[in-house]
């Protein structure tokens, strides 16, 4: 149904006889448009799993007559050309099709001069002389297009780009760099695989702005994989407005310095950008590395790393466990509350325990309680043997204070957990 032999008017070869004859020549892929799509078991088209994302289209150019009232049937069936890899297209796309071993497949949605991420119209398609003006009224102004109803257009995104950084980039040319591997969702969501000179990166992107071109510390969530460079040399920085609410939470710097608001922000751990109370990550970091500065043991990192920025992030896991290692340190900062909850045992094994910053605080020994209930009992078993001088001659004040000795000898055995333990020394 779609490919096809087709000639072109005036063009003749001379044949038996002297006769002119018409030139056939073969057109393996069609444009066309799509009429439906079957994306689930609820498309008016499906008919059975083996239907799943084909279309139904119309090829513009054809050997046989078209009309609407027939391309219904399975001749106008059109399958994903490739096996694993298919952008599903919708109503009104424009495509490219084709039959091959009397299967008809189809390739796109096709990009068009517009060179849009989220919409192409057709060019070539023509739209059926509606008759009055309740048929328009019907099918509304998407559908005298020959498109869905249900595609959102309020947005338009615009293509992705790559700008050159001469701090990553190779070589000394102006206006030149190397191009990505790019994967363009409709509505700002990306996969990026590229490099930057020879060092390769992988950036996945949602929830892009419609005005931005590239992926940013501002995207809706984005995960970085990086070899090379910082990640404000990568993502670049962003303005905060004076007077919101979030200009007042970041305005600090990595160090807890208070900034204008005139400045710029490159990516700052989340934790760092409050004002109030001012006990920051960077801070507590700098302090276990010897005070070395925060934006170069934090944010001057250009090696291998990795970068899971989100409004949410949850890790679960359904059945088995959580390992989370790492070589050197683990760090643990929040805006508000750490809350750790377990159905057992929270068990913390380490060389020293400290509640605090023991570099800049001065810290106190914390009491072992069964030490410490020893040592009380042995006072307390002492006072049998206290006598005082009276005139009667020596005597012993226990029948005195013999309640409150007993009263104090219960009470010492409550003054020790039964659920929270340290280690002696």
Known sequence: MSSVFKTIPGKTIKGFGGKNYPVPFYLQFVPGIVLDVVHSNESLKYSGDKTINTIIAKPHISDKPYSSSSATGEQFRYYPLLRGISDIPSKGDPVLLCTIGKINYYLGPLNTINNSPTWNDDPSFKPEALIGGKDKQRVGRLGIKGQSINFNKKNSYQRMTKKRKEELDFGIAPHETTGDMLLEGRHGNSVRIGSRSDNPYVFISNNRATTNVAESLTDGSLISITSNGTLEQHFGSYVISEGTNDAEKINVDADGNKKDFEQVFGFTLSSDTLQEPNRFMGTLISSVNNNQNVQELIYGYDGNQTLLNSDRITINSKLDDIYLSSNKDIHIGTGRHLT???????????????????????????????????ILNKIINLIPKIMITTTMGPQSPLPQIQGDISQISNDIEKITSNKHFIEKN
């Open 340 to 374: 750790i909850s377990t159905n057992k045992n929270l068990i913390i094994e380490s060389e020293n325990t400290y509640l605090g910053n023991p570099n800049e605080k001065e810290m106190d020994n914390q009491v072992l309680g069964k030490q410490l209930k020893d």
